[in-house]
């Protein structure tokens, strides 16, 4: 067991209502670094709470976006599209988000504004 890498992503409480039909979670990156490999491989990178969003819209499809937290989380996950956090409480990110299904819209103030 000792060569095994959880998955280091754990999804918070939720979901929270952004209105409209549409709601997300939090998701924190912290491997288990109980486990000899993570530690190893994570050693120099610490835990970040809310990295993630998973915003679900009025269609019932989810999408990751990832929150723009420093250089050594962008270089970590390669081509993940990054949103700025404008404010942390309540909620709003830039640029705007566009859904699977081509739900598009904002989220501002902690809330979903159709673009």
Not at 20 to 25: E, I, L, T, Y
Not at 27 to 48: G, L, M, S
Not at 61 to 88: A, H, K, P, S
Request: one cysteine or more; glycine letters at 12%.
């Amino acid at each position: 067991m000792e060569n095994v890498i959880q998955f280091p992503f754990y999804v918070g409480p939720g979901p929270f209502d952004l209105g409209s039909g549409f709601s997300f979670r939090f998701a924190d990156w912290a491997p288990d670094r109980t486990i000899p490999a993570n530690n190893e491989r994570y050693r120099d990178i610490p835990d970040c709470p809310r990295i993630h969003i998973i915003v679900k819209c009025r269609h019932g499809t989810e999408g990751v976006c990832g929150l723009d937290r420093g250089e050594i989380y962008r270089g970590m996950f390669g081509n993940l599209q990054w949103w700025t956090v404008d404010q942390e409480e309540p909620l709003s990110i830039s640029p705007s988000v566009l859904c699977k299904d081509g739900c598009h819209g904002f989220i501002r103030d902690g809330k979903w504004v159709d673009a």
